[in-house]
């Protein structure tokens, strides 16, 4: 593979700084998101918000950020990546300031909302900075030391958010953005070189607005199914048809313009598509594990919150010993033994996860989210450098935008649909466990029952229920970690899917 002029001109120590270049702002932007969750009950508690209210400080970030990342392909084309980049930064560190200052909920959810339009730049034009500055069979090696960094943030996150909200107040949470985001500046002015603009093709405002509806009506719909009921609620019933429709019209838009909002080209490459897929797969996996590992060991397993915590950052120095490791794996091996080793640890820690009693003790649990930690390092750093293995660097901004997108929204499905699972699973078996609870069961009337089980009065009757409704919702926890152990097991055949790197020098 013939490497670009930019590429031949760098010296080695020049690429591994433009790399750490690029992290602290993503460190900035896993610091906000994590902390964030952290100080959502203190900030409802300050401002005398309903739990609807304050959702909508995580909704409007995540709506934002979802409809606007595609239009960073046509911007960094047009303004170049390096300006776009301090741009980006500039504004997501303005915005993070105004939301610490705000003194209400709509102020905050507003702010919110355009610090969600620069984080969505930030995840995409880190992508297209890494491989327009290293040569194709240094990406994983990149990619790795990226994911090393990031997560670094997102283990220290939690805690740090935890002990600033105690102490000074959940505005100091936004302000903790400040130093990240100076340090990213000087770091991106200083060390990356600047690149020129290519002039872009005229932008697309149709089928800008098109997505942009159909991101937000879908996100929306995830957000407030849950609330509402899902399909029984007209409202989420409006979004999925707003959703569905522009997603159409776009679809028939993008193949049949000339200049579309998105190239369609991206969507020949074979493995573009397979490694878009398996980001999908991660993140609706790690997605999906935030939303139902803290509350299990919480209210099931009985663990104080800091320790929850405490077990929950083994996931994270899993996570970045692997993706350290996978970095350099990928420069002797192409990805599909390293997608296949990290869908082996995501299996492996689900079905340990699926075995959890209620008197596991912590030497276990910190074990199975450690090897839950290794799978997702693994794979999030092969199966970006698969989808882009075989990329043509004309088509690179387009797809960074849409691996992104597709990242971005399977981390609000993998929320939904785990929870929707977890709720229906709860019914199915506080319905199993209810039939025989009853007097006229004689195996448990002769059993030996707590004075407060009495099955005869109101109040003991009361508290048996609530016995039951607890061990329906811990058998529901386990139905979820075994679905999501076959899910991993039954997509490994797509692994055959992934062809080897090509050398064709019209890749750069």
């Not at 001109?9 to 602290?24: D, H, M």
């Not at 401002?47 to 960094?76: D, G, K, R």
């Not at 993070?96 to 909920?105: D, E, G, K, N």
């Not at 397979?274 to 009985?302: E, R, S």
Request: glycine share 8%.
């Amino acid at each position: 593979m013939a490497a670009t002029e930019t590429q031949v001109r760098l010296s080695e120590r020049q690429k591994l700084l433009i790399a750490l270049s690029t992290i602290p702002a993503g460190a900035m932007q896993g610091m906000d998101s994590f902390a964030t969750g952290v100080a959502l009950p203190q900030m409802q508690g300050a401002l005398s918000a309903t739990i609807t209210e304050v959702s909508w400080v995580l909704t409007a970030y995540l709506v934002a950020a979802a409809m606007f990342t595609p239009v960073y392909a046509w911007l960094a084309r047009r303004l170049g990546r390096k300006r776009l980049y301090i741009f980006v930064i500039c504004g997501f560190l303005l915005f993070s300031i105004l939301v610490s200052q705000s003194s209400s909920i709509p102020e905050i959810v507003a702010f919110r909302f355009l610090q969600g339009c620069f984080a969505a730049g930030l995840n995409p034009l880190t992508i297209q900075v890494v491989l327009a500055t290293f040569p194709a069979e240094q990406h994983g090696k990149a990619f790795g030391w990226l994911q090393t960094g990031r997560m670094s943030a997102v283990v220290i996150g939690p805690l740090v958010g935890g002990v600033l909200t105690e102490f000074f107040g959940w505005q100091v949470v936004y302000l903790m953005n400040i130093p990240l985001g100076l340090t990213a500046l000087v770091m991106m002015h200083t060390l990356v070189p600047t690149d020129k603009p290519e002039g872009s093709k005229k932008f697309d405002l149709f089928g800008f607005f098109l997505l942009a509806i159909c991101v937000g009506a879908f996100q929306l719909m995830l957000d407030n199914g849950q609330r509402r009921d899902w399909f029984d609620s007209p409202e989420i019933i409006g979004y999925s048809i707003i959703a569905a429709s522009s997603f159409w019209v776009f679809a028939i838009h993008c193949f049949s313009t000339r200049n579309a909002y998105l190239n369609p080209a991206v969507l020949k490459n074979r493995d573009f598509i397979v490694g878009a897929i398996f980001g999908f797969i991660l993140n609706f996996t790690m997605w999906g594990y935030v939303g139902l590992i803290p509350p299990i060991l919480q209210k099931h397993l009985g663990y104080p919150p800091m320790d929850a915590g405490v077990l929950m950052t083994s996931r994270g120095i899993g996570t970045m010993i692997a993706a350290f490791c996978c970095g350099l794996l990928l420069q002797r091996f192409n990805p599909r033994p390293i997608l296949f080793l990290g869908m082996l640890s995501l299996a492996l820690s689900s079905w340990m996860l699926s075995e959890l009693s209620r008197e596991t003790g912590p030497l276990p649990i910190m074990l199975a989210i450690l090897v839950q930690g290794f799978g997702l390092g693994f794979m999030s750093t092969a199966a970006v450098t698969a989808a882009f293995q075989n990329i043509p660097a004309s088509l690179r901004p387009d797809a960074s935008v849409i691996l992104s997108l597709i990242r971005r929204i399977a981390s609000s499905i993998g929320v939904s649909v785990l929870f929707l699972l977890l709720v229906r699973s709860t019914q199915t078996a506080r319905q199993s466990l209810s039939e025989n609870a009853s007097l006229y069961n004689e195996r448990l009337k002769h059993s030996f029952l707590p004075e407060s089980w009495d099955l005869e009065d109101a109040a003991g009757l009361s508290n048996f229920e609530e016995v039951i409704d607890a061990e329906a919702q811990f058998i529901a926890y386990i139905h979820d970690f075994t679905i999501m152990m076959f899910a991993v097991i039954a997509l490994m055949p797509l692994l055959l899917l992934l062809r080897s790197p090509t050398n064709k020098e019209s890749r750069d």
